[in-house]
C-alpha cells in the first residue's frame, strides 16, 4: 500500500495556472503508474491524466489535453500536475491515485488504482 498527500490547490481566476504536487510513502514509487482524477459537486470522478511508471507515456483527458501537463520526480517520490489556461468547469477537488499494478504503462480508470490521496480543492473563478 502507498500513502498519497497532495497539495497545491486554491483559487484562482479563469485563465490563471496552478501545480498539484502529491507525495508518495510507503512503496517503491517509481515501479507503479500515477494518475490524476477530479470529482466537481454532484458528478462522478472523472479521469484526468496518467503518466506511467517510467515517465515516459503520458495521456489525458479530451477536456484538458494541450492545457495541464502530468510528470513525475522518481527521486523525489512525486506527481505532478501542472494545470495552465484554467476554466471555471475545472472547478473540483483533485485526487492523485496510485495503480494497483507494477510496471504498466497506462491506466484511466478509477478501478485500475489501489490508493488515493485524501484530495485538494481547487476552484475556478470567472
Known amino acids: 500500500q502507498v500513502q498519497l498527500v497532495e497539495s497545491g490547490g486554491g483559487l484562482v481566476q479563469a485563465g490563471g495556472s496552478l501545480r498539484l504536487s502529491c507525495a508518495a510513502s510507503g512503496r517503491t514509487f517509481s515501479s507503479y503508474a500515477m494518475g490524476w482524477f477530479r470529482q466537481a459537486p454532484g458528478k462522478e470522478r472523472e479521469f484526468v491524466a496518467v503518466i506511467s511508471w517510467s515517465g515516459g507515456t503520458t495521456y489525458y483527458a479530451d477536456s484538458v489535453k494541450g492545457r495541464f501537463t502530468i510528470s513525475r520526480d522518481n527521486a523525489k517520490n512525486t506527481v505532478y500536475l501542472q494545470m495552465n489556461s484554467l476554466k471555471p468547469e475545472d472547478t473540483a477537488v483533485y485526487y492523485c491515485?496510485?495503480?494497483?499494478?507494477?510496471?504498466?504503462?497506462?491506466?484511466?480508470?478509477?478501478?485500475?488504482?489501489?490508493?488515493w490521496g485524501q484530495g485538494t480543492q481547487v476552484t475556478v473563478s470567472s
Open positions: 491515485a496510485a495503480d494497483k499494478y507494477s510496471y504498466r504503462t497506462v491506466v484511466a480508470v478509477p478501478a485500475d488504482f489501489g490508493s
